[in-house]
């Protein structure tokens, strides 16, 4: 799978792999060692495999690099490994690459290729010797015991077999042609850091109603803004809780010393970000990784589904219905604890997410199936996204990574633009029977039920909208209070939706803000 137009030390194809994940080719590798006189002394120059390749390399008193070029067809695998030899004595790691893009035609993907690295325990699933990715985010990056590159984690740099991993995201018809450079640089090591973890829980309001935006990314992936900067995002936005959610690495999760506060709970997690699709993992133990070098047809989503769990977090599919390569959701649901519907300032695939989610509702009526409660997170990297746009609003016993993930759990939320807008939504029996948020209303068919939705901060000119199975049943002007009569056999869920002005006749006009159901029935 790998052409080799080399001119500084081709590395040539070894295996191309099929076990269980996504295919993965590996090339001949890279040997430090070998450019030793015997005694350890690096010499200029370069040798001549068997195979007749030439590999280059360069040695002074700052270290030893070498560099390899190779080319890569359209239809290459999805990760491409490099080995590379490290020997004893190395105290930082730099590598960087390049890699050529051609023009293509018009509609036609050009190049784009992502880069990370794996040490000494090896690449295999499951992620034992990941040691960072930072996508497509950066060409350069480093590692040292006691440093390294955002989305990269600090630690030994131990002798052994280490693996560059190229990840070809799009291959131009012309094919990609890469660059990569290694240096080594020798010397005592640093002293590994010990992490600082943001603490479970802030001091909060006891039961209440908490807005949280779970799906943020820094400058660990391919965001441009600081743990700090986002921090006083957050706060600016009326925010109670985060999660970082980087692409693929967990070195965000020490980032935030001195950021938390009793005002500010900060949750770690991960996006998983396959070629099959992105899933946030919400809420996970600090540093626990999360692979995400599979797709759907590999079969082994729920084992690291159960991994999400097992840490303590939560699993939800971000964005299904995203537009970009690899975005759309293709694992289904049955491991998922929520989905996120709306991403980000409102758009049509936000509108498909919310009617694919609604028409699976019904599932759950009468006892039937699982509910699958609604989220909304902003996926902000960069000026000018909005963190907390939308939000998730989660009503827990207290301000906890296990009471909020229980509310999210729970479907005891709703979704809105901003905190300026907030709403509740309840339905009642004649006996004084009531329901919230995701919860249940147990009444028998023929009894009459009202719903009570009240809204403040709805934007101007808004209209609210409430829907059941059968779809919208109740529109009128936004206002400070709206109730709405039906009974379980009317209506066998009933949500409610604020939305801006309409803009084309006959389209809802964008969210402001929106509910997870109520059921109404027995069951």
């Not at 995002?233 to 009793?262: K, Q, Y």
């Not at 939000?391 to 709703?414: F, P």
């Not at 059968?470 to 109730?483: K, L, M």
Request: hydrophobic share 35%; charged share 20%.
């Amino acid at each position: 799978m790998c052409d080799d137009d080399s001119t500084s030390g081709s590395p040539g194809r070894r295996a191309l792999l099929v076990t269980g994940a996504a295919a993965a080719l590996t090339l001949n590798g890279v040997d430090f060692a070998a450019a030793d006189d015997g005694g350890g002394t690096a010499r200029d120059g370069g040798r001549t495999g068997a195979n007749g390749r030439t590999e280059t390399h360069e040695a002074d008193e700052t270290g030893e690099t070498r560099k390899i070029t190779g080319r890569l067809p359209t239809g290459a695998p999805d990760y491409v490994y490099l080995p590379v030899e490290i020997p004893a004595g190395v105290r930082q790691l730099t590598v960087s690459y390049t890699y050529d893009r051609p023009a293509t035609p018009p509609s036609t993907a050009g190049n784009a290729c992502d880069i990370g690295i794996f040490d000494e325990r090896g690449t295999a699933l499951g992620g034992r010797g990941f040691r960072g990715w930072s996508g497509g985010a950066r060409t350069e990056f480093f590692l040292r015991a006691d440093d390294a590159t955002p989305g990269y984690l600090p630690g030994p740099l131990n002798p052994g077999t280490w693996h560059i991993a190229l990840g070809p995201y799009t291959v131009a018809p012309q094919g990609l042609t890469y660059e990569v450079t290694i240096t080594l640089h020798f010397g005592a090591p640093g002293t590994p850091p010990v992490p600082s973890y943001p603490p479970q829980r802030a001091k909060g309001r006891g039961r209440s109603w908490y807005r949280g935006d779970n799906h943020l990314h820094s400058v660990h992936s391919d965001g441009k803004r600081t743990p700090a900067q986002i921090a006083a995002l957050a706060r600016a936005a009326g925010l109670d809780f985060i999660t970082t959610t980087e692409h693929n690495t967990t070195s965000s999760h020490p980032a935030w010393d001195g950021l938390w506060g009793d005002d500010l709970l900060i949750l770690t997690g991960e996006e998983v970000t396959t070629r099959n699709g992105h899933v946030v993992a919400m809420g996970t133990d600090p540093g626990v990784f999360i692979d995400w070098r599979y797709r759907a047809r590999d079969a082994v989503f729920g084992r690291f589904a159960r991994r999400v769990h097992r840490a303590g977090g939560l699993v939800i599919p971000a964005h299904p219905h995203a537009p970009c390569i690899g975005c759309n959701w293709k694992f289904g649901y049955e491991e998922a604890d929520a989905v996120e519907v709306w991403n980000g300032p409102f758009t049509l695939g936000d509108e498909v997410a919310i009617a694919e989610w609604d028409n699976a509702l019904v599932a759950h009526t009468h006892g039937r199936g699982r509910f699958l409660p609604a989220v909304g997170h902003s996926d902000a990297h960069r000026d000018p996204d909005v963190v907390g746009l939308p939000q998730t609003v989660v009503l827990a016993d207290d301000l906890s990574r296990a009471s909020i993930l229980d509310g999210i759990r729970k479907g005891h939320t709703y979704l809105a633009e901003s905190a300026t807008l907030s709403l509740t939504f309840t339905a009642t029996g004649p006996k004084g029977e009531h329901a919230t948020l995701g919860d249940r209303l147990p009444v028998h068919d023929s009894t009459p039920v009202t719903l009570h939705l009240a809204v403040t901060g709805a934007p101007p000119n808004s209209t609210i909208r409430l829907l059941t199975d059968q779809g919208q049943r109740f529109t009128a002007p936004a206002s400070e209070t709206t109730t709405w009569h039906t009974t379980p056999a009317n209506a066998a869920y009933v949500r409610a939706e604020v939305r801006h002005p309409a803009t084309t006749a006959g389209v809802p006009g964008p969210m402001a803000a929106m509910t997870n159901p109520i059921f109404l029935g027995r069951g």
